[in-house]
C-alpha cells in the first residue's frame, strides 16, 4: 500500500498541474511572473497610449471623445475575461479540492472589480457626448452593471465566514452562477436592440477601424493583461502568506 502511493505521487510530481496546485511551488512562480508582467505593462501601456493620443487620428464623427476607448474597450474586456477565470478557478477549487484554486480566485477578483469600474466609468464619459447622457438602462450597461455587483457579492460573502473553506464553498457558487452573465454582456448588442455600440473588432468580415486606431487599442489591451496578470499575483503571494502563515516552508520562501 505504502508503494502504491508513493508511485502515485511519484507519477503526478511530474505534472505541471500537480507540482503549481500546491501554493509552496506556486509562491515562487508567481513572484517571477509578476514581476515580469510589471515591466511589460509599463513599457506597452507607455507605447499605447502614445500611439492612441498623440498619434491616432482624430475620428471624422465623433471627434477626440472617440480616444476614451484605449482604456475603455481594453478595462471592459479584462472585467468578463478575469469573471471566467475566477469562475474556472472556483470550479476547480470545488471539484479537485486544491488550496491554490480558491487563492487564484480570491485574487482575481479585486482587480476584475477594479476593471469593471474603470469600464463603467469610462464609458459614461464616452456616453454623454455620444447619447446625451452619462447612464442609460441599456442591455449591455445594465448587464455590465451587474457584473460589478458579482464581484462586490462574490468578495463580500468570502470574507463573511471565519471559516475559509465554507466561505470558499459559498463564494464560489456565487461566480459560478454569475458565469452566465458574461456571454449576455458579449452578446447583448447582437440579442437585443442596443443604444451601445456593436463589436468592430472580432466580428465577420475583420475589424471596421483604421489600423492607426485599432494597432493602439490593441497595444493597451496586452498592456492591460499584463498589468491584471502582475496584479493578480501580488495578491495570490499576499493571499498564500496569509493562509499559509503556520506552513514550515514559508519562511524559508519570504527571506
Known amino acids: 500500500m505504502a508503494r502504491t502511493e508513493q508511485q502515485s505521487n511519484e507519477k503526478y510530481s511530474g505534472r505541471w498541474f500537480w507540482r503549481y496546485a500546491s501554493p509552496a511551488t506556486f509562491y515562487p512562480l508567481a513572484g517571477t511572473l509578476e514581476k515580469i508582467c510589471w515591466i511589460i505593462a509599463a513599457v506597452l501601456t507607455v507605447i499605447g497610449l502614445y500611439l492612441g493620443l498623440l498619434r491616432a487620428p482624430v475620428d471624422a464623427q465623433q471627434g477626440e471623445v472617440y480616444r476614451v476607448i ?37 485574487a482575481i477578483a479585486p482587480t476584475g472589480a477594479l476593471m469593471t469600474v474603470v469600464a463603467l466609468v469610462t464609458g459614461s464619459l464616452w456616453g454623454r457626448p455620444a447619447w446625451g447622457t452619462y447612464w442609460v438602462w441599456d ?35 456565487i461566480a459560478l452562477v454569475g458565469a452566465v452573465n458574461v456571454p449576455i454582456i458579449y452578446f447583448s448588442t447582437v440579442w437585443w436592440n442596443s443604444l451601445h ?33 502582475a496584479a493578480v499575483m501580488h495578491r495570490v503571494r499576499t493571499k498564500i502568506i496569509e493562509r499559509e502563515r503556520d506552513a514550515a516552508w514559508l519562511a524559508e520562501a519570504v527571506k
Open 70 to 106: 484605449f482604456i475603455h474597450v481594453p478595462a471592459a474586456w479584462m472585467a468578463m475575461v478575469l469573471y471566467m477565470a475566477m469562475a474556472f478557478w472556483c470550479f476547480t477549487g470545488l471539484v479537485l479540492g486544491t488550496r491554490l484554486s480558491f487563492i487564484m480566485s480570491h
Open 139 to 173: 442591455a449591455k450597461l445594465t448587464s455590465f452593471l451587474i457584473l460589478f455587483f458579482l464581484y462586490v457579492g462574490y468578495m463580500a460573502l468570502a470574507a463573511a465566514f471565519d471559516d475559509k473553506k465554507k466561505g470558499d464553498r459559498a463564494s464560489a457558487l
Open 197 to 229: 455600440q456593436g463589436p468592430s473588432v472580432a466580428r465577420a468580415g475583420g475589424p471596421s477601424m483604421a489600423a492607426s486606431m485599432l494597432a493602439p487599442m490593441l497595444i493597451l489591451t496586452f498592456a492591460f493583461w499584463a498589468y491584471c496578470i
